[in-house]
């Protein structure tokens, strides 16, 4: 199974981006997944995650700015980000939302003050 992240990159604060992360050898549409983060020199974190079923849920820190969504039919994810703030600069990865995949290479986002 291999998870490719993709789509981060430089914006200011304020701004939007979406990234997106496509599955390989698996089905992902049969898992809960979610988006997680690692800001520098900090653990990784929880931020969206969404059910088999499409239920969503979303950590206080971006409920409101961020919307996970999936299309199966591409084994795709994507977490469109807006109203982006510094403390959102991190490496965004994938994955089911118990880890259970190898972690991919992850997409920078940096958002500019």
């Known amino acids: 199974v291999q998870l490719q992240a993709s789509g981060g990159g430089l914006v200011q604060a304020g701004g939007s981006l979406r990234v997106s992360c496509a599955a390989s050898?698996?089905?992902?549409?049969?898992?809960?997944v979610a988006w997680f983060r690692q800001a520098p020199g900090k653990q990784r974190k929880l931020v969206a995650r969404?059910?088999?079923?499409?239920?969503?849920y979303y950590t206080d820190s971006v409920r409101g700015r961020f919307t996970l969504s999936r299309d199966n039919a591409e084994n795709t994810v994507y977490l469109q980000m807006n109203s982006l703030k510094p403390e959102d600069t991190a490496v965004y990865y994938c994955?089911?939302?118990?880890?259970?995949?190898?972690w991919g290479q992850g997409t920078l986002v940096t958002v500019s003050s």
């Open positions: 994955n089911t939302v118990t880890g259970s995949f190898p």
């Open positions: 969404a059910s088999s079923t499409g239920v969503t």
């Open positions: 050898g698996t089905t992902f549409s049969r898992y809960a």
